[in-house]
């Protein structure tokens, strides 16, 4: 069947450090991932998109990766702050015609200082 | 630019009962989607526009959930009757242009829906 999984249990790491969240893939061959952020009461923010023929993308202190063969993706935030604290959610395309959108379940993560 | 705009933020009805929502999507986009998302889960697409035409509605449960976007701008999804597994939050969103590389969707605040 067709899974897409992130951590379930809460990133806590220290201010300062670098925070690393997995999505992983399973029975989809995605054109391209994006992530999101998501703050309590708040809909969605989009934050980087990756193409499949694209290894990694940064912008500013993020850095995401995606690895077709291990059907993973990795989401770095460096020099990670408390602001940074919400939920991740990546997602992929789930159908090449329509540009739907398949979302995983979300990785919280939050920064201590 | 205004973002996404949905109303109302809250709703609470009894089981049964039915409920609508509306989205307002961001000026000039072509592309609006209703999402659900249930408490501790990421969004489910129920519904995609491609400006007032239906591009997927796959997983829209058609037997009680209705949606239209009449003229190709505003949007109301109706549930009719609600359940109790329909409490969730209920995400609008649009994108810019659709086909190709897809554009990143911009979200509204969402309706949280509690069906008691």
């Known amino acids: 069947s067709q899974k897409i999984e992130q951590n379930s249990e809460a990133l806590n790491i220290q201010e300062g450090k670098t925070a690393t969240l997995t999505c992983n893939y399973t029975?989809?061959?995605?054109?391209?991932l994006q992530w999101y952020r998501q703050d309590p009461g708040r809909g969605p923010v989009f934050l980087l998109l990756?193409?499949?023929?694209?290894k990694e993308k940064r912008k500013e202190r993020l850095k995401v990766t995606f690895d077709t063969t291990l059907k993973q993706s990795l989401f770095h935030i460096t020099a990670s702050q408390p602001a940074d604290s919400a939920t991740y959610l990546c997602?992929?395309?789930?159908?090449?015609?329509?540009?739907?959108?398949?979302f995983g379940t979300g990785t919280r993560l939050q920064v201590f200082p | 630019e205004a973002g996404v705009a949905q109303s109302p933020r809250y709703k609470i009805i009894e089981k049964r009962q039915s409920v609508a929502f509306w989205c307002n999507p961001i000026?000039?986009?072509?592309?609006l989607y209703w999402y659900q998302q249930i408490l501790g889960q990421g969004p489910k697409l129920l519904i995609q526009?491609?400006?007032?035409?239906?591009?997927?509605d796959s997983q829209l449960p058609k037997d009680r959930f209705s949606a239209e976007r009449l003229k190709g701008v505003d949007s109301t999804l109706k549930i009719q009757p609600a359940k109790l597994e329909d409490s969730a939050v209920y995400l609008c969103?649009?994108?810019?242009?659709?086909?190709?590389?897809?554009?990143?969707?911009?979200f509204g605040p969402g309706t949280r829906l509690t069906v008691t």
């Open positions: 969103a649009s994108s810019l242009v659709f086909g190709g590389d897809q554009d990143e969707q911009y």
């Open positions: 029975n989809y061959s995605p054109a391209y």
């Open positions: 990756i193409r499949e023929n694209e």
């Open positions: 997602a992929l395309d789930g159908n090449y015609n329509t540009d739907k959108l398949i």
């Open positions: 000026s000039g986009h072509a592309t």
């Open positions: 526009f491609q400006n007032n035409g239906v591009v997927d």
